[in-house]
């Protein structure tokens, strides 16, 4: 039994990880069930029993592409400088947020809007209101929000190159200013 269950988790990471890349790259309107089954080696009926349906696999996929989870999670004093040291590494080495991709490359469908927005309030604005003391917390995280989606926005629209020779510390140091900034209570 306990190898069908790690059969069954690898095949659905393999069908995440397809999924993910997909969207990120073509949008959710441009890809069907039958691309993401094929990239990660399933048919189309095993993807619709794991997650039901392309709605609901696109919301997984949100659940669970952001890695700046790892950078809001931790010491709420140190949190400007560890989103910092992330949008810092995304905006110089090029790296790209999969959940960033995701929301540019969403399409219209007002579903699929609705579960944009619901994972950019869940995973990003509440997640560092939740751990922000003082008055409006909630303001001072949508601020914060603002600088980590425009920097993946501005970084392809411009390229790699554009901070590519910038000096890391002193990219890290003028971002973490602004996240201090953004997040710290009026007066603070």
């Known amino acids: 039994m306990r190898l069908v269950t790690r059969d ?6 393999r069908i995440l990880a397809a999924a993910a890349e997909l969207f990120a790259e073509h949008g959710y309107d441009q890809v069907t069930v039958r691309m993401i089954a094929s990239a990660a080696g399933a048919n189309v009926a095993l993807v619709n029993r794991y997650f039901g349906s392309k709605a609901n696999l696109f919301a ?28 810092a590494h995304r905006l110089r080495t090029g790296a790209s947020e999969p959940l960033v991709r995701m929301l540019d490359r969403a399409g219209t469908s007002p579903e699929i809007r609705a579960v944009l927005a619901a994972r950019v309030e869940t995973g ?60 710290a209570p009026a007066g603070g």
């Open 60 to 87: 997984t996929v949100l659940i669970t592409a952001s890695t700046v989870t790892a950078a809001i999670e931790g010491d709420p004093a140190e949190m400007p400088s560890r989103l910092a040291e992330h949008v």
């Open 8 to 13: 069954r988790e690898a095949t659905g990471e």
């Open 124 to 183: 990003l604005v509440d997640a560092i209101s939740a751990r922000l003391p003082g008055p409006q917390a909630r303001e001072r995280a949508l601020l914060a929000t603002v600088i980590i989606l425009g920097a993946g926005s501005l970084r392809r629209l411009l390229g790699p190159e554009g901070l590519h020779d910038a000096d890391l510390a002193a990219l890290e140091a003028r971002l973490e200013t602004a996240f201090r900034a953004c997040l």
